[in-house]
């Protein structure tokens, strides 16, 4: 029982907690992303959004995206690179798709 609520303690509803755990303001993080205030509100409430754009976010409050894998009856796997090969998406691409 203790190690499932040590799980679920570490699981968040969204972006919002994540960012509020860090301690940022969506200012903080719009600042950081070269983008408004109101692109980072969207950036939260969407359901969908590209990989780029979430590692972008997840850096902007310190954070580092790890993706990993699950397939039945073997360790879990880390994605490493993903397309992206030379790091982070641009501030430019972040700001292009948080307003469209």
């Keep these: 029982m203790e190690a499932r609520y040590q799980v679920l303690k570490q699981e968040v509803e969204g972006l919002r907690e994540l960012r509020q755990i860090a301690g940022k303001a969506q200012a903080d993080i719009a600042t ?22 979430l590692r972008s976010y997840v850096e902007a409050i310190g954070g580092k995206l790890e993706l990993t894998v699950k397939l039945p009856a073997r360790p ?25």
């Design 32 to 53: 950081a992303l070269n983008i408004k205030q109101p692109s980072v509100s969207k950036i939260e409430s969407q359901a969908d959004m590209y990989l780029s754009t």
């Design 76 to 100: 879990m796997l880390t994605i490493h690179h993903l397309g992206d090969v030379t790091g982070s998406a641009s501030k430019s691409t972040v700001a292009r798709r948080a307003r469209g």
